[in-house]
């Protein structure tokens, strides 16, 4: 049943925020085990868009459906990674303590964590291969590991989504290539959606994209060329290629101009 019908449906979508028209005719609809990249010029709705999914923002009109249900009703269902650090980073808290977290809500224990709620926060941790680090002060770990222990968090809920906003903002270039090798196997198991202003990410790892610029287009991965790019940023744009050496090129394997 889960292949079959989407994650995710957005149908005659638009939003406004006061006068300010954010989403226009959103129509897309994200199916079991896709991999999508939302790019696109900051300010152009992203995060209105995975907002919208999360059941943060509701629309000004057309309709929203997330496993079947409504978002708010699937939000339990949703894992979510933020792309900002939400703590602080001098709070002495342990690698387990924050993945802990995810579980709040799931437990019928008051002020205690169930065995159920431990076993899922192991499992997460051995996902992301953080378990080593499970007793480490959230605060001393690189950005690259905070985001795994973040992602961690979110898989301790047993999402069938997995959201993120701009998850490599924080993350030095060089760990960048192993971080997206994990959101790659993650995959294999559950739905994820992404913004991304990384285009060479969205070349190599994602199955298809989603141009947003009020207006959405979705592409799959290979169909992407160095046009489509120039249109929806409104000029050129150089993309990255996770090669130890490489020239930028486009998806047919241009160089970008």
Do not use: W
């Not at 006061?18 to 990249?37: A, M, Q, S």
């Not at 009109?61 to 933020?82: D, E, F, M, N, W």
């Not at 980073?89 to 431990?118: C, E, H």
């Not at 000029?235 to 090669?243: A, F, L, N, Q």
């Amino acid at each position: 049943m889960k292949n079959k019908l989407p994650v995710v449906v957005f149908k005659d979508v638009n939003f406004k925020y006061k006068e300010v028209e954010v989403l226009k005719d959103i129509n897309i609809n994200i199916n079991f085990r896709d991999f999508l990249g939302v790019v696109g010029p900051n300010g152009c709705g992203k995060t209105t868009f995975l907002k919208m999914i999360l059941g943060l923002i509701e629309p000004d009109s057309g309709r929203v459906k997330v496993l079947g249900l409504t978002p708010k009703q699937a939000r339990k269902k949703i894992g979510y990674v933020s792309q900002y650090l939400e703590s602080d980073l001098s709070f002495p808290l342990n690698v387990i303590d924050v993945v802990l977290m995810g579980r709040i809500g799931f437990s019928y224990f008051a002020f205690k964590y169930s065995k159920r709620d431990k076993e899922m926060v192991e499992l997460a941790l051995d996902e992301v291969e953080m378990n080593n680090l499970k007793n480490r002060k959230f605060g001393n770990l690189s950005g690259g590991q905070r985001k795994r222990v973040l992602i961690a968090r979110a898989l301790a809920t047993e999402p069938e989504l997995l959201i993120m906003d701009e998850p490599t903002e924080s993350i030095d270039i060089k760990v960048r290539q192993d971080f997206y090798e994990l959101l790659k196997r993650l995959n294999e198991k559950i739905t994820i959606v992404i913004s991304s202003h990384d285009l060479g990410f969205v070349s190599s790892y994602v199955n298809h994209v989603a141009c947003l610029n009020r207006t959405i287009t979705c592409h799959p991965t290979k169909a992407l060329t160095g046009k489509m790019i120039e249109e929806l940023y409104n000029g050129s744009i150089r993309m990255v290629e996770h090669k130890t050496s490489c020239h930028p090129r486009d998806s047919n394997g241009k160089l970008y101009d």
